[in-house]
């Protein structure tokens, strides 16, 4: 079983580490998806994890606090920093890069792409519960169709931490990580009282997309590693950018090439350019999903069937509790029973209409940047003009397939003066490259100016891709653990 622990006083630190020799341990700062493929497949139980928040509340959220200067504004709540990170609020829908999105023109990432496919997605599939999956992407009549599942109950970290032999710190805020003639160290606040400095056998940065390129370009500031490398992280940032037209049609023509959900189905239907679009004119991955609504979703019924499906084993209290806030009303119950079967897969859903959602591929482009300043996280973030040219293809495309009505009302958007919503995938800022002047990780994620520090998060990634990172996370975080349980033979 894990042990929680957090350090109120200096006396409860000395405690620790009189019984734990540091130098002995794996630390890893963050306690997340990343952090969790670690833990599982290292093959030591010699492991700490750091994490800076503590249990999650879903009364008040941590969060991120930033201040957005681009015209691409990121959420607060697309992070999270509480003992399971972001998988305590994430949906948990899964997809592969394809070879095109994890490399784009970035040489390096071909070897370390050709082992994800090879090996760790397969692994990466299993770890999120999903026996002999295979990532399906095919031509559909000039688009390219991906289908991108969904957990029936997104994964919640902390439930697997606590099964396994680890030590976990809680409120420990590290605060740079470097190397001297002693080892390698991190810097640590616990509960915002005292800062210790520990030297550890390894180091990993697995805190997140964002914190963990703050947290290098910080070490290289402060003089923790040499040389300052620090100006090149932080920019190149990139997300998925989202955008909603609801409402978008309530009928589709009949030859469509477009799958609608008709039952309840988890799995997204993604549409993309076809791939000789895409390599003709050099257009990226950026996918559209339809999304549908069904007559009733809004309603406290509709929730109810919702939250009976999540906590199965909770159902009479959710039906119970609905009647006393709601009183008995036959015709209502009647309406949770019909919801249900339809998550169930036993009726249809009836259909009001279908929303129309964009995932669009972000560019990596070196003025986009995430970085702290007096204390706080600024983001400057703007979507490129090749952002727009692809989104506009493809949005021209999709509305040829419709009926002059829909046509005439969506053929002009103007996305420039649009609303982009983010994501919360969090992509790039830490620059993996052949010259060891220009790069600041290697193909293994080891700080190159380290011998003993390395990086697993999203913040690795040289370029975005449109889909969800998570699987990708998590396959490149089992391939650093095997890495690290390889090197020590
Ligand atoms: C609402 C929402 C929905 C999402 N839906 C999806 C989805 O459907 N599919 C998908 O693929 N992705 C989704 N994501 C993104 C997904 O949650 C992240 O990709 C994933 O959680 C990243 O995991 P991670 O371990 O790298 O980082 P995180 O989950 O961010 O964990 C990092 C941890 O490190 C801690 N930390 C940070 N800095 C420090 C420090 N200095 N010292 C100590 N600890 C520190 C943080 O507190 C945090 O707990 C969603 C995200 C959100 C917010």
């Not at 605060?175 to 991190?186: K, L, P, S, W």
């Not at 909770?314 to 509790?321: G, P, R, V």
């Amino acid at each position: 079983m894990a042990n929680f622990n957090t350090f109120k006083s200096k006396l409860d630190f000395e405690e620790f580490f009189t019984k734990n020799k540091s130098e002995s341990f794996i630390a890893i700062i963050g306690s997340g998806f990343a952090s969790l493929s670690l833990v599982k497949n290292l093959n030591t139980k010699k492991i700490i994890v750091f994490e800076k928040g503590e249990r999650f509340n879903d009364q008040s959220l941590r969060g991120l606090k930033i201040e957005n200067l681009g015209n691409y504004q990121l959420k607060e709540n697309s992070i999270e920093e509480s003992i399971g990170g972001s998988s305590n609020t994430w949906s948990g829908r899964l997809s592969e890069m394809n070879k095109g999105e994890f490399c784009s023109t970035n040489n390096i990432c071909i070897n370390i792409f050709n082992e994800l496919i090879k090996t760790f997605y397969k692994k990466s599939w299993r770890f999120f519960g999903f026996k002999n999956f295979k990532q399906i992407e095919r031509g559909k009549n000039g688009y390219t169709e991906r289908i991108l599942p969904k957990q029936y109950s997104p994964m919640r970290i902390i439930e697997s931490l606590k099964r396994l032999n680890i030590k976990l710190i809680y409120k420990a805020n590290v605060i740079n990580v470097g190397e001297d003639y002693y080892g390698t160290f991190m810097n640590v606040v616990f509960n915002d009282l005292f800062e210790k400095k520990i030297y550890f056998k390894k180091v990993v940065l697995a805190n997140g997309g964002i914190n963990s390129s703050l947290l290098l370009k910080k070490s290289y500031q402060d003089g923790c590693l040499k040389p300052n490398k620090s100006e090149l992280i932080s920019s190149h940032y990139m997300n998925h950018p989202k955008i909603i037209f609801e409402r978008f049609f309530s009928n589709l023509p009949k030859e469509s090439p477009f799958f609608l959900k008709k039952k309840y189905d988890l799995n997204f239907y993604g549409y993309s350019l076809s791939k000789s679009i895409k390599e003709e004119s050099f257009l990226k991955n950026t996918y559209f999903t339809f999304h549908p609504i069904a007559i009733g979703q809004n309603t406290i019924e509709y929730e109810c069937a919702d939250e009976i499906i999540r906590n199965k084993k909770k159902c009479f209290k959710i039906i119970l509790d609905y009647i006393k806030e709601n009183n008995f009303n036959f015709f209502s119950i009647l309406k949770i029973f019909y919801f249900l079967g339809c998550k169930l897969r036993i009726f249809n859903i009836r259909i009001k209409n279908y929303d129309l959602e964009y995932f669009c591929e972000m560019l990596p482009n070196k003025r986009n940047k995430i970085y702290a300043h007096q204390n706080s996280i600024k983001s400057e973030i703007n979507l490129s003009e090749d952002d727009f040219i692809t989104l506009e293809i493809l949005h021209q495309k999709l509305v040829s397939e419709f009926p002059l009505n829909v046509r005439s009302k969506y053929k002009d958007i103007n996305f420039r003066d649009k609303k982009f919503i983010d994501s919360s995938h969090h992509l790039g800022g830490i620059p993996l490259r052949d010259e060891q002047k220009k790069t600041v990780i290697n193909a293994d994620l080891k700080i190159v100016d380290s011998k003993n520090i390395y990086v697993c998060s999203s913040s690795v990634f040289q370029s975005s891709g449109s889909s969800n990172p998570t699987l990708t996370i998590v396959a490149l975080g089992i391939r650093l653990a095997e890495h690290l349980n390889n090197l020590k033979k």
